[in-house]
T-cell receptor, first 114, second 111 residues
Framework: DSGVTQTPKHLITATGQRVTLRCSPR?????VYWYQQSLDQGLQFLIH???????AKGNILERFSAQQFPDLHSELNLSSLELGDSALYFC?????????????FGQGTRLTVV | SQKIEQNSEALNIQEGKTATLTCNYT??????LQWYRQDPGRGPVFLLL?????KEKRKERLKVTFDTTLKQSLFHITASQPADSATYLC??????????FGAGTILRVKS
């Protein structure tokens, strides 16, 4: 168990809908990273938050947004969903803002858009 | 463009042998390189981190090398076991707070 909790584990929704994925980092970790993993693309970095502030952005679509709350949990909002958004979404946490330590990944949320 | 390349073909080896996985990168100068293990449908699990000024790092049956001149890292599992079968991902931070992953290599260890 990595200590990172993601909910829900599975989500099935229709095209055009909006969903929210939730991540609770390990106790004491200030950094949260979101990744998307689809079969043909591998792990794609989406966004990084450190102590409530956005620190880095990857290939995150405009339809996607994220935030980190004062209690350090993070939410990834996906709107106007398309079939191609079906993927595993992982969050990871680490204690530092820089990547000189390991990242701890949650078990992921499997999103299926039908 | 910036790329991280790992063997796209699965690596099949016999139990007890040493597995060697390769990670090549271009147009990056990472300060750190990490290796993760991922089982199907699960999140990646950290294995080892090596810094640019380190040539080699070991942890139990695992060994990682980092050649910044060749822009390559090798990941070795000695005395491999069927339980080592998984996808192995290399990851590096090209700059700032971004960890970029390779596509991964599937390792299958047969008994």
């Amino acid at each position: 168990d990595s200590g990172v909790t993601q909910t829900p584990k599975h989500l099935i929704t229709a095209t055009g809908q909006r969903v929210t994925l939730r991540c609770s980092p390990r106790s004491g970790d200030l950094s949260v990273y979101w990744y998307q993993q689809s079969l043909d693309q591998g792990l794609q970095f989406l966004i990084h938050y450190y102590n409530g502030e956005e620190r880095a952005k990857g290939n995150i679509l405009e339809r996607f947004s994220a935030q980190q709350f004062p209690d350090l949990h993070s939410e990834l909002n996906l709107s106007s969903l398309e079939l191609g958004d079906s993927a595993l979404y992982f969050c990871a946490s680490s204690p530092e803002p820089a990547l000189n330590t390991e990242a701890f990944f949650g078990q992921g949320t499997r999103l299926t858009v039908v | 463009s910036q790329k991280i390349e790992q063997n796209s073909e699965a690596l099949n080896i016999q139990e007890g042998k040493t597995a060697t996985l390769t990670c090549n990168y271009t147009n990056y100068s990472p300060a750190y390189l990490q290796w993760y293990r991922q089982d199907p449908g699960r999140g990646p699990v950290f294995l080892l981190l090596i810094r640019e000024n380190e040539k080699e790092k070991r942890k139990e049956r695992l060994k990682v090398t980092f050649d910044t001149t060749l822009k390559q890292s090798l990941f070795h599992i000695t005395a491999s076991q069927p339980a080592d079968s998984a996808t192995y991902l290399c990851a590096l931070n090209p700059y700032g707070n971004k960890l970029v992953f390779g596509a991964g290599t599937i390792l299958r260890v047969k008994s």
